[in-house]
């Protein structure tokens, strides 16, 4: 079992596991930035906001410390006898400090509402743009890359940034404003207090720091091997016919235990590690207070602060570490936001079809000629598959395309539609260059009936009608009963209105392929591309998809790729191609008397 289909392990939650980095993490800030231009307004308001609500916050603690001496104040004076405790002084100090928490809170409130908004509309900007972004792209772009690939970059990258710009800039803002704030607000009560409070960080950051990167390791393991350990699974449940037909769940149950055994280690160890990080910092932490209040007491007797005074620091100290932990939080988003920004801005970034060009020619009046001259064609520069292709094909015409895999078949029928330019020569369509038309409009003159039928989740009418979506219910069943699916489609469930499930898996291979029939018939194009549409059903099921085609074909132009040769003895023309170029063509009976390569592979599948 190979080990690179085993990378896709879930993502755990452990905030220490590594975080993904940008290949040019200014370039992408700089980019998304940019991109954010129009909402810059909304922006700065949620910064101000963000920094109104720390701001008043942090004020809070020091106004409730002189409630806290005007009450320890009153006491002393009413055990001494010389007065009482003045409740409407804390009365009112109370009511200050409920006001400033209140303002506090409304700012975060404007703050996190202005900046969901923000976010998800940016959110739904960059969806919007990739969805029209896939549409221009050339196909060698998707043949190039697995499904998986780019459906994240619309789904996870997507949803990445836009939790990052929620969270990290109203973060970032509140992180650094409470700082600076605590920290001038525990100087205004005292330097001495103060000093001794920040001591205490390093030590704890020192002690964190070993404890990473000791952790680290094991966190990187413990994603490594969660991977390895999904990849056998699934393995293990996609392959699970085979297993047991082979008798090898021994061998697989062997290799689950052993990496499963690795994962066990590694995630104990990380998350054993990762465990003491709150004990070390509580530890720390309670030798600062511990510092603090008896600094605190000396200076209070002293007559240097008040009860009040200690009161607050204890809580400035507290809440001071809080921040400085949620900046390091939002670094690794920061990071992996901007990681996620590089391959979204990629992505949108990437080489683009010419979609339109100057003076195109009019689709609505093509008929179907073609023709093919000299055509030289590679995926590569350096590697060409179609040598020199030349033929003529005239309107409603049957063209069969046979040969051996690998020949060039298919590779035609995708310069024929314009997924790629050729690299020499031209392909005419009506007498124009297939290049003078805008590609979209050409494809609008080719029907496709493909091997690898695609349906999608939805009623057996709506699927029929994709062909052409303006297309009446009459119109629908007119086009199945040509398709010969009618039939079928009676006997089903709820029969026009029955939901196709996602891959359509309730439905045979036939009756899909009949259903795929019916839109191109119903679409109504004048060319017709037929790429092996009947290579993956019985013979039975094969000879009522083949009447169903004939239907379809009649009246237009049909180019036919087919392996089973006896598809295609009524082509008008069969073009036989080896290596790139046609070696062969006539039709069915011509070639046989050629006695030729043709010959050879139509008796070929006949031997036994």
């Not at 013979?539 to 006896?566: D, V």
Request: overall charge neutral.
């Amino acid at each position: 079992m190979a080990d690179n289909r085993r990378r896709g392990g879930g993502h755990h939650g452990g905030g220490m596991a590594p975080v993904e980095k940008a290949k040019d993490f200014k370039g992408s800030i700089k980019n998304l930035v940019k991109y954010i231009g129009r909402f810059k307004a909304a922006v700065v308001v949620v910064m101000i906001c963000a920094a109104a609500s720390t701001v008043f916050s942090v004020i809070g603690p020091k106004i409730l410390g002189k409630a806290t001496t005007e009450l320890a104040s009153g006491l002393f004076k009413k055990i001494e006898g010389t007065g009482t405790v003045n409740m409407d002084a804390i009365a009112n100090i109370l009511l200050i400090v409920v006001a400033i928490y209140l303002v506090s809170a409304v700012f975060m409130f404007i703050q996190g509402w202005l900046m969901t908004g923000v976010s998800q509309k940016i959110c739904y900007r960059m969806r919007r743009e990739i969805s029209e972004k896939i549409n221009r792209m050339p196909l060698k772009y998707f043949e190039s890359r697995t499904y998986g690939e780019v459906l994240s970059r619309v789904t996870n990258d997507v949803d990445t940034l836009g939790m990052g710009l929620n969270q990290s800039i109203t973060q970032i803002i509140t992180s650094i404003c409470s700082i600076i704030g605590i920290l001038i607000m525990m100087l205004s009560i005292s330097p001495i207090m103060t000093l001794i409070a920040v001591v205490i960080l390093p030590v704890s950051a020192f002690l964190l720091s070993m404890v990473v990167k000791i952790s680290q390791k094991h966190f990187r393991d413990q994603q490594k091997y969660l991977g390895e350990i999904n990849g056998v699974v699934e393995e293990s449940f996609g392959g699970h016919l085979i297993i047991k037909a082979y008798n090898k769940e021994d061998e697989v149950l062997e290799e689950f235990e052993k990496t499963n055994k690795i994962l066990y280690n590694s995630a104990w160890k990380s998350q054993f590690l990762s465990g003491m990080m709150m004990p070390i910092t509580m530890f720390v932490g309670n030798l600062g207070y511990a510092a603090v209040a008896l600094s605190g007491g000396l200076l209070a007797i002293q007559g240097v602060i008040t009860i009040g005074d200690i009161q607050a620091f204890i809580q400035y100290v507290k809440n001071f570490t809080q921040p400085i932990q949620q900046m390091s939080q939002v670094i690794n988003q920061v990071q992996s936001m901007a990681a996620a920004a590089e391959r979204v801005f990629e992505f949108l970034d990437e080489e683009e079809e010419n979609q339109k060009v100057d003076n195109p020619v009019d689709v609505t009046t093509i008929k179907g000629d073609v023709e093919f001259e000299h055509v030289r064609f590679g995926y590569n520069e350096d590697k060409i598959i179609i040598k020199d292709f030349s033929a003529k094909v005239k309107q409603g015409q049957r063209i069969a395309i046979v040969g051996p895999t690998g020949a060039g078949k298919t590779t035609m029928v995708k310069l024929l539609m314009r997924f790629y330019d050729v690299n020499d020569g031209s392909i005419k369509l009506d007498g124009h260059d297939l290049r003078d038309f805008n590609r979209r409009e050409l494809r609008d003159a080719f029907g496709m009936v493909l091997q690898d039928t695609w349906l999608f989740n939805g009623t057996i009418m709506e699927n029929i009608r994709y062909g052409r979506l303006d297309a009446t219910d009459e119109e629908v069943i007119a086009a199945a009963k040509a398709a010969h699916a009618h039939r079928f489609i009676r006997t089903l469930p709820d029969g026009y209105n029955m939901m196709l499930n996602e891959d359509a898996s309730n439905v045979s291979q036939g009756q899909k392929q009949l259903l795929t029939i019916a839109r191109a018939i119903l679409a109504d194009n004048p060319i017709l591309i037929l790429d092996e549409a009947t290579s993956s059903v019985d013979t039975r099921t094969e000879s009522r998809i083949q009447r169903a085609m004939n239907n379809l074909m009649k009246g237009r132009t049909s180019f036919i790729i087919a392996h089973r040769l006896s598809t295609i003895k009524d082509a008008d023309l069969i073009l036989v191609m080896r290596d790139g170029d046609i070696v062969e063509q006539g039709t069915h009976s011509e070639l046989l008397e050629k006695d030729g390569f043709y010959a050879e592979l139509y008796n070929s599948q006949f031997d036994e």
